[in-house]
């Protein structure tokens, strides 16, 4: 299991960038909100084969850690901020250290959601998963919860009912990142 902090996740060679994280009791989660000011090379996504541009200057991320759900779903938008992709991180929890700050602990298991490319959904890591279980980093209970929670999520977006993708990503960076 990775213990990820929000506020250097997908960050690499990002020189400059505005954070800002809050509690959202609305959507019952902790939020991050990031713009990338100052970026050393375009950060360019081939998971579905088809290079697409998910960090430059200008664009935001928008992650909603569920207080009481097992994955958190990471939005990427443009300069626009308009929809580019969801990335979700199956997790075995959330928490908050008092000198780094909120965290995810991440079981490998990933969803991305290609917008650009006609709403492509992909599962990754599954290899990394059954590794984590084979080399004892995490126990059979998270395993079979990963492929729980993966299989929920799929649901969710197969019916269009998840909270966090369908919420109206630009009017929540319009309305709460100042």
Request: hydrophobic letters at 35%; one cysteine or more.
């Amino acid at each position: 299991m990775k213990r990820k902090f929000v506020t250097n996740t997908y960050l690499r060679g990002v020189d400059n960038y505005i954070l800002m994280q809050f509690e959202d009791n609305a959507l019952d989660c902790y939020t991050v909100i990031k713009k990338v000011n100052s970026i050393d090379k375009p950060y360019i996504s081939t998971h579905t084969g088809k290079g697409i541009c998910l960090l430059k200057e200008g664009y935001y991320m928008v992650e909603y850690l569920p207080k009481n759900e097992n994955y958190g779903v990471r939005v990427f938008l443009d300069d626009n901020k308009d929809t580019i992709s969801y990335y979700i991180d199956i997790i075995n929890g959330i928490g908050i250290d008092y000198e780094k700050g909120l965290y995810y602990d991440d079981l490998f298991l990933d969803i991305t959601i290609d917008k650009v490319n006609g709403d492509i959904v992909n599962v990754w890591d599954e290899d990394e998963l059954q590794k984590a279980l084979d080399e004892k980093d995490i126990t059979k209970n998270q395993y079979d919860m990963a492929y729980t929670v993966l299989k929920n999520v799929l649901n969710q977006i197969a019916n269009n009912s998840n909270k966090y993708i369908n919420n109206d990503h630009k009017e929540y960076i319009d309305k709460n990142f100042k």
